[in-house]
């Protein structure tokens, strides 16, 4: 009976070697390769052990002349296995192959395969990061989306995913500069090329990181009165607790302008359950009224989730 593995490994798309390098230590281990799937499961079977040699290539030209494609490299020996995302997975015996022999030529093949797993696989990322990415994180910091918990946790999301695809792009950018410099193409031009990409990436990983900083910041005015007080918010991220001594009979008046994010009304007594809580984006968004039942020194705490607009409060 045919024994099978399956093993979950992820490679980033400029770590194709360290792939290749993981199916070849796999089959010397005496599990060959079969097929990948989704999300980047791979398909072993058992086998005897043995030095074998594995190497992708990512040529969509090529897969669209599947025959002549496949018979260029077995023509130098290489055994066609399958496709996955754009690559093709090739292996022969490691005693059939040269002393690092590669399925490309020379360090020009190399960077051309590169510069097509640019133009497949790398541009249709870099689309998605300036339109989706970053915008969607200017408008969470300047407050747009409200501060729900669901809302944070997209707003994370997309900074995390921001982060791994300025470390694809820099890896991606890493892998070409060797290429290019062992092709002797290390020049002032390819020099100064290569210091203006990493002068984006160091710039967008600084414009991520004002952006996630930002969006956690504060930016309000507080007026205070002797009989309540009064905050403009343009994104409160903060809680602004005022006492006051108030009598049984006393009305604490609110007047919520609700504009976005979350704000949290609490009135208490110090050491005591709250008279009253409030959520004025979802429950209180017109004026409303507490009357104390008693007297003694209350708290009125507002707390804010990128909160905008105006919150009034006036005793009387």
Partial sequence: MRE??????????????KE??????MHAKGWGLIRVSWPCVYHF??????????????????VA???????????????YLFDFVGYSYFRKPA????????????????????????????TPLIIIFFCMIIP?????????????????????????????????FAGFAIQFYQYEKNLDLSGNRYKAKYVGVAALIVFFTAFVGFMF?????????????????????????ETLTEEFDLKKGDVVEVVPGYDGGEWYLEICKEGEEPIFTGHTASEYKEPFSVMIQEDGRYRII???????????????
């Avoid at 086998?47 to 990512?58: A, G, I, Q, T, V």
């Avoid at 729900?148 to 994370?156: F, G």
């Avoid at 956690?216 to 918010?233: A, M, V």
């Fill in 4 to 17: 099978t593995k399956k093993e979950l490994k992820f490679f980033t798309i400029p770590a194709y070697r």
């Fill in 20 to 25: 290749e390098e993981y199916l070849s230590k």
């Fill in 45 to 62: 079977e058992k086998c005897e052990p043995e030095k074998m040699s594995y190497r992708l290539d990512y040529n969509q030209e090529g």
């Fill in 65 to 79: 002349h599947k025959s002549e494609y496949v018979q260029m490299f077995a023509d130098c020996g290489w055994e």
């Fill in 95 to 122: 005693e059939d192959e040269q002393e690092n022999e590669e399925i490309f030529c020379d360090d020009a093949s190399r960077l051309e395969m590169m510069r097509r797993v640019f133009k497949g696989r790398v």
């Fill in 136 to 168: 969607q994180l200017s408008m969470n910091s300047m407050g747009y989306g409200g501060g729900s918990r669901a809302q944070d946790l997209i707003a994370i999301c997309f900074t995390v995913l921001a982060a791994l695809y300025l470390v694809l």
């Fill in 213 to 237: 900083w930002n969006s956690h910041q504060s930016e309000y005015k507080f007026e205070d009165r002797d009989k309540g007080f009064t905050i403009e918010s343009e994104r409160l991220n």
């Fill in 302 to 316: 507002c707390r804010g989730k990128r909160a905008q607009g105006s919150l009034d409060v006036t005793i009387r």
